[in-house]
């Protein structure tokens, strides 16, 4: 029963997105109301056919209906409710399904907010979107079936991959992850809209910068859970491998941050509309790139938990949409002429393109070594990867110049800086800098490099917090008022400008927190007997001995480990094996002893009763890699909300260039 | 404007794409440079047998089974050698570090490290392959690309990677 609702369902999707699409642009060409009412009609039939779908799965899995395929290949009775709820994207054709059901409400929710504006646009924006989900729809219908119907149901399934019910982070990343890629088509159909119509005025980049905004901030998150999650279940004490897998949602988040800044200046100066739009078109076909990579198996990898057939397909779809894409953009890039002039001596203008330009390099630097393989052995037949030193080697010099430049940039004024004016907003961040490389020297970092992001990271850090709190000193100054009254009204009337700073101070730390916590770590690997220890820096690991413990879905073998540090006891710590039910090869479970500082991390290798072989790390710092995603996502938030209202004072701020000063003297 | 601020212009975006063409040039140089120094490649022990001094110093990752009997552990962390081979080649490993819980006679294992001088594999990372479908190979040929693609914890790196010069 259940699988021919589903199948139904998907055929309607499929169904009214192709419609929804052949209509969309035929109201593009030749505008009316009614094409316009029927693009919408259709838009709302496919994101509610997408929910139906996936609420049909939803039961079929709480409900152990093993009748339809993928229930039986992922389904269990014997685990517990929330991960029978969380199995729909826990392998292949669940996570295309929810795939389509994010791509229904992204596509309701742009088209419903924009059912009244941008005649010109708006269908075409539809018209492609629909597209998109056209494609997702036959996915689900042909290569990636999910309600395939099993004639002789099994009693009883497999269960999900066990690194996934390992760990409650493969809860909420995925949907995070879901939400930022997918968020992407919206900014991709506004783009092509803006391409087909032949201009991008200064209302119409709104409505795409606050879409790419918005996806930006879930896929920022995502990408920092999954390196969480990396952290806290793979066990080798880590948080990011340069995995193609991983590289696959970098890729985009790199063009998307290019793109949210060069919007800024598309909206202030009407330049860049073109690098805007390609860098837009460029995000989206990244993720169509990644789906690929993490959905085909091409690569070994320890990310892909599902491998199929579908990877010709997705193949195709990208083929396609770069075709549509290079096209457009040469038939009619031309048109998107520049409103303003763009100032080319040192100011904060010059910075952004220079930002620009080291984000498209990093990507261009991580496309080459995760594809580099791949072309080598189409071509020669050679198996290999691309190492890690690679990656470090190249990304390290670019993070740091980003950090400069996030500091640099926002220190000068738009337009032309005098002389004089470069020297007084440099002099102050300069001494702070000074002050944060004196203390990194005293507690003993001597790679060049961490301390280099140490000296930039306080300059760019005082920078950003300067410029944050600028308002406020200009209105306690101009209006009398005091320090939180002087930051309500400030913050009321220019919330996007803070949003941006918050997001830079949030970025500061990150980049800092990751130098630290690369370079001045500690690793050894141990074996204990029961009642032996080891030391590691200012940490003792005394091996108690061996635990079990029974769970309805798993058994763990845990090692006791009592842990003191400088003498004093931090109490124990227990990492595991767990054996899961259906599964045969055990998982360990790495145990963390966090701390605002560092983090002891333990990892067990083996494990039986007369000895425990360990790995056990400090990782410096980890902690605020975590804490400043907080930040950088809290940031994008504040910059969005007030443009999700309409307001548009925050762009009008006035400009703050002699306030600097100001700002740099008081 | 004037004449010669247009001129100006013209100059500043002359030294401006001549800087970047120079910048791009040199970043595609070290881009290049930086992959062809950090390529691992995967080899069985047929192919590495047959490459010889050609394999010496490169960054290899060895897949195959654990020879039956080959295993010998010494004591604490360090000291564990072992036999690989695909059914007609062997190659003998010496590896350092704590081996995972699966461990064993017959497993499919994938090594990282180099081919020593003396014909031995000094690994730095010992990996046992997950895949509930793999077969302990007969005299057939190891499916290097399955068992790559099977071993679980092969894109992690771990400490002890930086630390390799090829």
């Known amino acids: 029963m259940l699988p021919i609702l589903g199948r139904t369902l998907i055929l309607l999707a499929l169904l009214t997105a192709s419609a929804g699409a052949i209509v969309g642009f035929a109201t593009g060409l030749k505008p009316s109301p009614s094409g316009w009412r029927w693009t919408r009609i259709l838009a709302y039939a496919f994101a509610a056919c997408m929910l139906l779908a996936s609420l049909t799965m939803e039961y079929a899995l709480l409900t152990h209906d093993f009748s339809v395929g993928y229930v039986a290949h992922v389904g269990s009775r014997s685990v517990p409710t929330w991960v029978s709820i969380v199995s729909l994207w826990s392998s292949l054709e669940g996570s295309i399904l929810f795939w389509g059901l994010v791509l229904g409400i992204y596509i309701a929710a742009a088209t419903s907010r924009n059912a009244n504006k941008y005649p010109e646009y708006m269908p075409y924006a539809v018209g492609v979107w629909l597209a998109c989900g056209a494609f997702f729809s036959f996915l689900l219908a042909g290569p990636a079936q999910p309600f395939a119907t099993v004639l002789k149901p099994p009693l009883d399934g497999p269960g999900p991959n066990a690194l996934l019910q390992n760990h409650y982070l493969m809860v909420i990343h995925p949907p995070f992850l879901y939400s930022g890629y997918v968020g992407m088509t919206i900014p991709f159909g506004l783009a092509c809209a803006a391409l087909l119509v032949g201009r991008l005025g200064n209302d119409f980049i709104r409505p795409l910068r606050n879409f790419l905004l918005l996806s930006w901030i879930f896929l920022t998150i995502a990408i920092v859970l999954g390196g969480w999650w990396a952290y806290e279940v793979l066990g080798w004490g880590g948080y990011w491998a340069w995995d193609p897998v991983e590289n696959a949602s970098f890729l985009p988040w790199l063009t998307a941050t290019a793109a949210v800044h060069s919007a800024l200046l598309v909206e202030r100066k009407g330049v860049l509309k073109g690098w805007t739009v390609i860098l837009v078109l460029a995000t989206y076909l990244l993720t169509i790139l990644g789906t690929f990579m993490t959905r085909s198996g091409v690569f070994n990898s320890v990310h892909s938990f599902s491998q199929s057939a579908i990877g010709p397909t997705i193949l195709v779809f990208l083929a396609a949409a770069l075709l549509f894409s290079l096209v457009l953009l040469a038939l009619r890039i031309d048109r998107l002429s520049p409103e303003g002039r763009l100032e080319t001596g040192p100011s904060r203008d010059l910075f952004f393109l220079i930002q620009n330009l080291l984000l498209v390099l990093f990507t261009f630097t991580v496309l080459l070594g995760t594809v580099f393989p791949l072309v080598v052995e189409a071509v020669k037949g050679v198996q290999m990867s691309v190492g890690r030193p690679y990656f470090d080697k190249m990304s390290v010099p670019i993070g740091v110049a980003l950090l400069f430049v996030m500091g640099v940039g926002p220190a000068l004024p738009w337009g032309r800086a005098s002389a004089q004016q470069l020297r007084r907003a440099w002099l102050l961040p300069l001494g702070t800098a000074a002050v944060l490389l004196a203390a990194g020297l005293t507690l003993g970092v001597r790679n060049p490099w961490t301390l280099l992001a140490l000296f930039f990271g306080g300059f760019t850090a005082h920078v950003t917090l300067s410029e944050m709190f600028l308002p406020v000193r200009q209105r306690m100054r101009a209006h009398q008022e005091g320090f939180f009254e002087a930051f309500r009204q400030a913050q009321s009337r220019g919330q996007r400008r803070l949003g941006a700073y918050v997001a830079h101070f949030g970025a500061i730390l990150i980049i800092t927190a990751i130098a630290v916590s690369s370079t001045m770590g500690i690793s050894k690997e141990v074996q204990l007997k029961p009642g032996e220890s080891a030391t590691l820096g200012a940490y003792e690991l005394t091996f108690a001995g061996v635990e079990q413990v029974v769970e309805p879905h798993r058994v763990s073998t845990r090692a006791h480990l009592d842990i003191t540090k400088n003498g004093r006891s931090l109490g124990a710590l227990y990492p595991s094996m767990n054996q899961y039910e259906n599964q045969r090869e055990p998982v360990g479970s790495p145990a963390v002893h966090t701390s605002l500082t560092e983090d002891l991390y333990l990892s067990v290798h083996n494990i039986d009763s007369e000895r425990d072989g360990l790995l056990a790390l400090v990782n410096p710092m980890v902690c605020w890699i975590w804490i400043a995603t907080a930040i950088i996502a809290l940031g994008g938030l504040l910059a969005l909300v007030p443009s999700l209202r309409g307001s548009t004072a925050a762009a009008r701020i006035p400009d703050s260039a002699p306030a600097v000063i100001q700002g740099a003297k008081g | ?166």
């Open chain 2, 1 to 166: 404007m004037s004449a010669t601020a247009t001129a100006d212009l013209r100059r500043t975006r002359w030294f401006a794409v001549c800087a970047i063409a120079v910048a791009v040039a040199a970043f595609v140089v070290i881009a290049a440079s930086g992959i062809g120094e950090n390529l691992v490649y995967y080899w069985g022990p047929k192919e590495l047998r047959a490459a010889g001094n050609k394999a010496t110093g490169a960054t290899i990752r060895l897949g195959g089974q654990v020879a039956v009997g080959s295993v010998k552990r010494g004591d604490g962390v360090s000291n564990l050698e072992f036999d690989v081979t695909d059914g007609t080649a062997t190659v003998h490993v010496i590896s350092r570090g704590v081996p995972p819980q699966l461990f064993r006679d017959r497993v499919g294992v994938v090594v990282e490290g180099t081919m020593a001088k003396d014909g031995n594999f000094e690994s730095h990372r010992l990996m046992v392959s997950h895949d509930n479908k793999y077969r302990a190979p007969g005299d057939k040929n190891v499916d290097i690309k399955e068992l790559m693609r099977s071993t679980e914890g092969l894109e992690e790196a771990p400490a002890a990677v930086a630390k390799v010069v090829p």
